[in-house]
């Protein structure tokens, strides 16, 4: 197990593997600027700052939202074909999943479907424009 010499002195209190787990990742808003939700994985290019992507609309604050939580799903999953036993990981993957979900499902409610499997309306929408992708009266989500 690897800690912090000092945090154990100031305290005298071992870290937990919650701890230590959650620490590996950032939040989700700042793995997906930067492309990495790992803290000691990430390295910059040179001087490059990441940029934070900032919703004009609701509708795009949380398509932004969808888009965080699927990537940070993405890159716990690739850790997760390395280490299959690390199950604080997995529980971490499991809470995204449920983000994700509660994420999507608001989204299609509020808006329109954007997986072919959506059933929120009593009709078939999946193939009605505007898509996500399309510029809609200038919002551009692309």
């Not at 790992?38 to 490059?48: C, R, W």
């Not at 900032?54 to 280490?83: G, Q, R, V």
Request: charged residues 35%; contains cysteine.
């Amino acid at each position: 197990m690897f800690f912090d010499d000092i945090d154990f002195l100031l305290t005298g209190k071992l870290p937990s593997n919650d701890d230590i787990n959650n620490s590996k990742l950032v939040d989700c808003k700042i793995g997906y600027a930067r492309g990495n939700m790992f803290k000691d994985e990430y390295m910059p290019y040179k001087n490059y700052k990441a940029r934070e992507v900032i919703p004009e609309t609701e509708e795009e604050a949380l398509l932004l939202k969808i888009n965080e939580s699927e990537f940070a799903l993405n890159d716990i999953s690739l850790y997760l074909d390395l280490h299959p036993n690390d199950y604080d990981m997995y529980r971490k993957f499991r809470e995204e999943t449920n983000k994700y979900k509660e994420y999507l499902n608001r989204y299609e409610r509020m808006y329109r479907p954007l997986e072919l499997t959506s059933t929120y309306t009593d009709t078939y929408d999946y193939y009605k424009n505007p898509w996500p992708w399309d510029n809609d009266g200038g919002i551009k989500y692309v």
